[in-house]
């Protein structure tokens, strides 16, 4: 049983036991359990398909389990949404479209037992600008910041969202993110599921990664990436180019990357030295410039998912 108190025995903000759910044959998400506790920042990892909307969707009641509780609050994820302790950002789900951004945010705050002010919540999401624009003639980026607009139209505990930044610039993209890091600051629990893993490197404090609907790995950014094992090795060659060098390079034990560019050749690895001493192993080729180092989350990912891949083949 998945220990669901906190430290002063106040209930988890989020407890999963055991949950299970599968779409036909489909095992969506394979018995996974879940703690998250007041104040964190959590980014949800996986590749497509992984379970992560499966896993939002019950989080939100949206989906009930085949087996296993979900728990906000202590309660049914329904109880802690109707009395509006949760705010949503989902990937899709169309918005109402003949209405202003201001009438849609303000219909939203209308149905929240906690509601903001309709300008403050604007003003967050940077929606001033075009407040009074019809929702159907919004660019991609400004319907994110509309649904994101819509998830925290009032005082929440926990805010859920689904890749939030899909269709973002650069620009949006920070600022967005400087909002949700007020919210965490705050004392609110964040929930995101992300494809951009350096979001997830830079902004939570916390980093899951799913694959197959279970969890391969729950720790700060660093210790995932400590887990995975992964470095860098980057050196030289000469001559540059060499006839099929990056085939005869991907044998070589521990890779999870390889990429030849001219004369720079650059590989990830999970064991480094095996992967140093096979090379010089070759014989005929001689790495100048040699260095290994750690990686980013990004490699990490990939070589965590990959690895599970080759066990589960
Ligand atoms: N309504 C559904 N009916 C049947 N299969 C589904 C349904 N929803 C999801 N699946 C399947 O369940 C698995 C998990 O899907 P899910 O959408 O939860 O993954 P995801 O990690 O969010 O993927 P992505 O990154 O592509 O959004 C996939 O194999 C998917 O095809």
Same mark, same amino acid.
């Given at each position: 049983m998945t220990d669901t108190r906190d430290v002063a025995g106040e209930p988890a903000v989020v407890?999963?036991?055991? &949950?299970?759910? %599968?779409?036909?044959?489909?095992?969506a998400v394979a018995g996974l359990s879940l703690v998250l506790r007041p104040g964190e920042t959590v980014a949800l990892l996986g590749p497509n398909g992984a379970g992560k909307s499966s896993t939002l969707d019950l989080l939100l009641g949206l989906r009930r389990p085949d087996a296993?509780? $979900?728990? /906000?609050?202590?309660?049914?994820?329904?109880?802690?949404?109707?009395?509006?302790? $949760?705010?949503? +950002? /989902? !990937?899709s789900g169309g918005l109402m479209e003949d209405v202003t951004v201001r009438e849609l945010v303000t219909f939203a705050a209308r149905l929240h037992p906690r509601p903001y002010p309709v300008d403050d919540t604007l003003a967050v999401a940077g929606l001033t600008g075009v407040a009074a624009q019809k929702v159907n003639k919004l660019s991609g980026g400004q319907e994110q910041r509309v649904r994101f607009a819509l998830a925290t139209v009032g005082d929440c505990d926990l805010i859920v969202l689904d890749e939030p930044t899909t269709g973002m610039d &650069?620009?949006?993209?920070?600022a967005f993110w400087a909002t +949700?890091?007020? !919210?965490?600051?705050s004392g609110r629990t964040v929930l995101f599921a992300t494809h951009y893993l350096e979001e997830a490197d830079a902004i939570a404090d916390r980093v899951l990664v799913l694959n197959k609907g279970r969890l391969l790995a729950d720790g700060?950014?660093?210790? &995932?990436?400590?887990?995975?094992? &992964?470095?860098? #090795? %980057?050196?030289?060659?000469?001559?540059?180019?060499?006839?099929? /060098?990056?085939e005869r390079l991907r044998p070589l034990p521990g890779l999870t990357e390889v990429n030849v560019s001219g004369h720079s050749v650059r590989l990830a690895s999970r064991d480094a030295d095996a992967t140093v001493h096979a090379l010089y192993g070759l014989g005929d080729l001689y790495p100048r410039?040699?260095? $290994?180092?750690? /990686?980013?989350?990004? !490699?990490?990912? #990939?070589?965590l998912t990959t690895a599970e891949e080759a066990t589960t083949a």
């Open positions: 407890a999963f036991d055991g &949950v299970t759910k %599968s779409y036909g044959e489909v095992r296993g509780t $979900v728990r /906000l609050f202590g309660g049914a994820p329904e109880r802690a949404i109707a009395a509006g302790r $949760v705010g949503a +950002m /989902l !990937q &650069v620009t949006a993209r920070r +949700m890091r007020e !919210q965490a600051a700060t950014a660093a210790e &995932v990436k400590a887990r995975a094992g &992964v470095r860098r #090795i %980057s050196f030289d060659l000469e001559p540059a180019g060499t006839a099929g /060098l990056a410039n040699l260095e $290994v180092t750690g /990686l980013g989350l990004e !490699q990490a990912f #990939i070589a």
